[in-house]
């Protein structure tokens, strides 16, 4: 027969509700008490909660985006500091761009490719080495040295890769890409570009306004899940697709990258392609292999150059009261006369002869919270590509004086990051004199701590000096394309940022 157990409720043996439990002996009396007493308690906190939520809800109603501009010379860092406040705080949309980040990847091996090769043709050619032909080169004249036969042979059997890049910039220019374009504008806010989707060379790079959803064109269709995570956002059996060709000529680059000859080659073409942006020639057996989908870092290091002016809409959480903002940047590419002309014109006062554009502009830069300002200091040996005659370090202090003493950004808060501090290390370390280039540098110590200790005070000195009204130096010696450290950087910025528009919608003091 069956034995019966006592049934027990959940309840008995929760321990939180047996210490929460009254007592067994409660007298009516007590009972009374505590009912009460409980009553009052939930209604206090009851209150609290609707305080919290009517908070949340002004807050929301109140506060206008933040809107934060980032600004510095091209490929200063602008694009790779935003890719991380993505990775930061929405790394699901960062992921979910891997296969995109693929095909622009493969537009760097091959650009890098296309270099050397254009180098080899060059030293294969009888009389005169090349000029210059990139703000990395610096031509050094020495006698020019030749390919021999089995590296030309190499050289022509490489040379049909380079007919990847017009079927990538085929992709990128797909009328799916231009159909989402003008869907996005005009459904959000539309920014005034120069151009909508763009596809053209300029210094033998290819330009994308990333306004535009140009991703779309390397993804699979998906809807949104994990998968875009994963292997599956490749669409491995596109019949364009130019993995299957690079992974065939992979090893025949290697070699071709690897060879003393080609080193000495670029070396005395003055062409340092290792610190060339979209550099992955050292990582040639990873990124052409069959099933590659790029890494985080993989994708802070591709290089895809912004035309005009593109937004990015993020919304972010203060994890102190859990209130959600939105944040917008405004990623504004580098070209000498974009950047020039925002400073001096759409910003500025000076602007009052040219109202049509400062009305269709100035609703973009009102407001204007924070200002990222880039500048890359290991640029201090190289020339703008734009134009040869401007040092790039020259330029980015020129660009500094026009931000910090424009009148109507003396209420903005202005970040200084100082980027490419690896790349600085490495120039100083490998001998490279700062105060060759800059001679009023004397004879400082040629290390990284002097020079980047100097420069921070340069910079600090320009705002103090050039600024309508005294702000604090924000300033940050930044490597971008580390996420760890530039994690760190933007949290306390993003956090900055949280606090200083609350105090201005009043919801904290
Ligand atoms: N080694 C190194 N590379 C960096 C660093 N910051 C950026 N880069 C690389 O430099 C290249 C240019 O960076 P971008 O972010 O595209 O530059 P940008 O300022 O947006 O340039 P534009 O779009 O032309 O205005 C990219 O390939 C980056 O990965 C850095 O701190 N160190
Ligand atoms: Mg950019």
């Not at 050289?155 to 220019?173: G, H, W």
Request: charge should be neutral.
């Amino acid at each position: 027969m069956p034995v019966r157990v006592p049934m027990r409720s959940l309840d008995d043996t929760d321990p939180i509700s047996l210490a929460l439990a009254p007592p067994q002996d409660e007298s009516p009396d007590d009972r009374q008490k505590r009912i009460l007493k409980e009553r009052v308690a939930k209604q206090v906190s009851d209150e609290i909660d609707a305080q919290l939520n009517k908070e949340r809800q002004q807050a929301k109603r109140q506060s206008k985006p933040v809107k934060i501009l980032l600004l510095g010379q091209s490929e200063s860092g602008k694009s790779t500091t935003l890719k991380n406040f993505q990775l930061m705080c929405e790394p699901k949309a960062f992921r979910a761009e891997r296969a995109s980040w693929r095909a622009i990847i493969q537009l760097n091996v091959i650009r890098s490719l296309r270099i050397i090769l254009e180098a080899l043709a060059a030293a294969s050619r009888s009389g005169d080495p090349p000029s210059p032909r990139s703000s990395y080169s610096s031509y050094s004249s020495r006698e020019s040295i030749h390919p021999d036969s089995d590296l030309l042979s190499l050289r022509t059997r490489l040379l049909p890769l380079l007919e990847i890049e017009d079927a990538l910039k085929r992709r990128l220019a797909t009328p799916e890409a231009d159909h989402l374009h003008e869907i996005s504008s005009s459904s959000a806010t539309p920014i005034p570009t120069i151009s909508t989707i763009f596809r053209r060379r300029t210094n033998n790079e290819v330009v994308v306004n990333s306004s535009v959803a140009w991703q779309s064109a390397f993804m699979r269709g998906t809807d949104g899940r994990e998968s875009f995570d994963t292997q599956n956002a490749v669409d491995w059996d596109a019949e364009d697709d130019p993995g299957p060709a690079l992974h065939a000529r992979s090893e025949d680059m290697q070699r071709l990258w690897e060879h003393p000859t080609v080193r000495a080659i670029l070396d005395q073409q003055g062409i340092r392609l290792q610190e060339s942006p979209g550099f992955f020639l050292d990582e040639l057996e990873v990124v052409t292999s069959l099933r590659y989908v790029p890494t985080d870092d993989h994708i802070l290091r591709a290089r895809l150059k912004t035309l005009g002016v593109s937004e990015h809409r993020m919304h972010l959480t203060d994890p102190y009261n859990g209130i959600t903002r939105e944040f917008r940047f405004f990623d504004v590419g580098g070209q000498r006369s974009m950047v020039r002309f925002l400073a001096e014109h759409i910003i500025s006062f000076e602007c009052a002869n040219s109202e049509d554009k400062r009305a269709r502009w100035v609703p973009y830069f009102d407001d204007v919270e924070a200002i990222i300002f880039l500048a890359p200091i290991s640029a201090f040996d190289q020339n703008l590509a734009e134009d040869r005659s401007v040092n790039r370090l020259a330029d980015s202090v020129e660009l500094w004086t026009a931000i910090t003493s424009n009148q109507l950004l003396q209420k903005t808060n202005i970040v200084l990051f100082l980027n490419k501090i690896d790349i600085l290390q490495a120039k100083l370390a490998s001998g490279i004199r700062f105060a060759d280039f800059l001679p009023t540098y004397g004879l400082r110590p040629n290390d990284y701590d002097s020079v980047s200790k100097y420069l921070r005070k340069q910079f600090n000195g320009i705002m103090k000096r050039s600024s309508p009204s005294p702000r604090i130096f924000y300033c940050h010696l930044t490597h971008v394309t580390d996420p760890k450290s530039t994690a760190y950087i933007l949290a306390g910025i993003k956090d900055m940022l949280m606090r200083s528009h609350l105090k201005e919608s009043r919801l904290i003091l």
